[in-house]
């Protein structure tokens, strides 16, 4: 944008060297950040604590803000959908999900997505650009201004905060890892989100080499994958990754995960008729996760976003469900949210030169 850098994107040691570099003091990095991330300011000037002189230094240097709210569309479950413009005219999706006084926020991670996945319609975008840490958290605190505007608290802290962050929205978030790792650390620094290990989960589609690299670099996360099928001839067929990193593959990355962490994974499994939901793949979801510290959680397919592709019937997912829990394996079913607004599991997407996100 004009040649200025994302402030928020910066970790405390590069505020500290540009702080260096314009003849600032470094400890103005922690009362910086203190601003952005933690009373989430709106404006430099709301800074009271920094010079006229140095919030100018920062002006001519940093864009504090980065997205544009396009449009806000809010479910009859609570659910809301914001579409955000990007600096450079482009535009992602954000959503909330309000649950028992708790906020979920499923974030997006890039600008559209390279990974294909049949049932997802972030994949027909295709990629544009990962998103930058800076633009990843201001997602989640332009939540937090709406909360707050609204005086909407949570159940855990009395704040005007949310709860919970999944980086499941556009995007593989583990092929944009270095900013999707910068983004939990600010999140998790007990200094400025104070957000908890456990409240911050990534999903991917199975990047194999990007599990252990999450792993090498302790991101403070848990860790789900989309697994979706049992075997490699079905799982290649709806997420191509399989092809490159087939089933095997990812199962020793996530029981390295697994050892090393000493957490467990999440195994996201969608239910599509005739294909997921049967009572073969059933069986083969037992041989896979009962062995496994795991737990799976099961969506039916939202239907109508692939023509070839069927929902199944309740009567199928209550068999499927009764086959695998029958066998203890730890199995639950989401609900879908926000279906009416598109903004359940893989129906993320924005159509480019329309008004309005589809
Ligand atoms: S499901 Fe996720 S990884 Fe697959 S295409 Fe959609 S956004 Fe990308």
Redo the contacts with the bound molecule.
Sequence with gaps: MNGLHNIKSLTLDELKTWLKSVGEKPFRAEQIQNWLFRNQVENVEEMVNISPSLQSKMKEAFYIHSLTEELKKESVDGTIKWLFKTYDNHYIETVMIPTNGRFSVCVST?IG?????S?????KMGFIRNLEAGEILEEIIRVNWHLKKAGILNVENNQAEVTNIIF?????PLNNLENVHRTCCTLHNQKLFNMGRKRMTI???GVVPKIKELVDRNTPCCLAV?LNSTNNEQRSAV?P?NKTWPIEKLLEATDEYTKRTDNYVTFEFVLIKGTTCTKETAKELIRICAPRRCKVNAIALNDGDDPHLEAPSTEEVDQFLEIVRAANVQITMRNPRGRDILAA??Q?AYKQGTAESC
């Design positions: 890039q997505c390279a990974m294909n996945c049932f997802c319609r972030t994949a499941m929205g556009m995007g593989e999903s991917t589609s989309s997420m990754v599991c893989g993320l």
